[in-house]
């Protein structure tokens, strides 16, 4: 760690909407939102849980009315259901082969999940343990090579901790900035990890060397308690920022219209 740094506000936020005051799952929410400020007329795929999936359709919804959304099967929504309920617009078709079309031209903003991901943003979702004989079997690769290398991919990770946060993945499956910069020119020309966003901060690779650092703290979190919750040395400025506060409009969006059934408290507890 370079620096244990400081926290505006790291006692926490005191605005509040209908009474209710806001909670860390709703601070995750907008720091997983601004992963798509604006990207404009691209897909995005909030793989990673219903934080991410409450995010996108926040961000839709608001800032980001170009953003195009998946039923997550093979329909474009033409409409923003609550997370959970089905679409009653569709937009148009997106069958695999279209998606992966997307996929390869860079028209995509995927947000998925890692078991376990290093400084430089290697992110790991196969397996725990030497990959000859693994001592836990995980989802497998996947598409993560790909969307590492072809179009912007971030990261959401519910429980910030340093067996998330690793010193060095067991295997890579999305690429990060130092084996994408070994790779070449090929590798990097479309590679972006735009944020990582977890139940602590929100995190991107804004340093000299590309390595991970909070770009901004989620009230009631201090930089110390993210340095003892991650495997790795961060660098970690003098004063870092928090998460920006949720507008009355957003907080009424998140509660009544898109998560109306509290499926962010169940990913991150109040």
């Given at each position: ?10 006692a ?16 995750c929410?907008?720091?997983?939102a ?10 995005a795929s ?17 800032f ?39 996929v ?37 690769v996947?598409?993560a ?85 991650t ?40």
């Amino acid at each position: 760690m370079t620096s244990t740094g400081t926290t505006a506000g790291a006692a926490g936020s005191g605005r509040t909407a209908d009474g209710l005051p806001v909670t860390r799952a709703e601070y995750c929410v907008i720091g997983c939102a601004e992963a798509w400020r604006g990207n404009g007329e691209v897909l995005a795929s909030p793989m990673g849980g219903a934080i991410p999936a409450i995010g996108a359709r926040l961000a839709r919804l608001t800032f980001s009315p170009d953003l195009l959304l998946t039923d997550g099967e093979a329909l474009l929504m033409g409409d923003v259901p609550a997370v959970g309920s089905p679409s009653e617009v569709t937009e148009g078709w997106l069958p695999y082969r279209r998606h992966l079309e997307l996929v390869a031209s860079g028209k995509r903003h995927v947000m998925m999940g890692a078991s376990q991901l290093d400084r430089h943003g290697n992110q790991n979702i196969s397996c725990i343990g030497d990959w000859s004989r693994p001592a836990r079997q995980l989802l497998g690769v996947r598409g993560a090579p790909v969307n590492t290398l072809n179009n912007p991919t971030s990261y959401w990770v519910p429980k910030h901790s340093p067996r998330v946060f690793v010193e060095k993945v067991d295997m890579v499956c999305g690429v990060g900035y130092d084996r994408a910069a070994a790779a070449g020119p090929s590798a990097t020309r479309f590679h972006r990890i735009p944020r990582v966003v977890s139940d602590l901060g929100v995190f991107d690779f804004e340093t000299p060397d590309r390595s991970m650092r909070p770009a901004s703290l989620h009230p009631g979190v201090t930089a110390d308690q993210v340095a003892s919750a991650t495997g790795f040395p961060l660098t970690i400025p003098d004063e870092v920022p928090r998460t920006r506060e949720p507008t009355p409009e957003e907080l009424r969006l998140i509660r009544e219209v898109i998560d109306p059934r509290g499926l962010r408290d169940r990913e991150v507890r109040p």
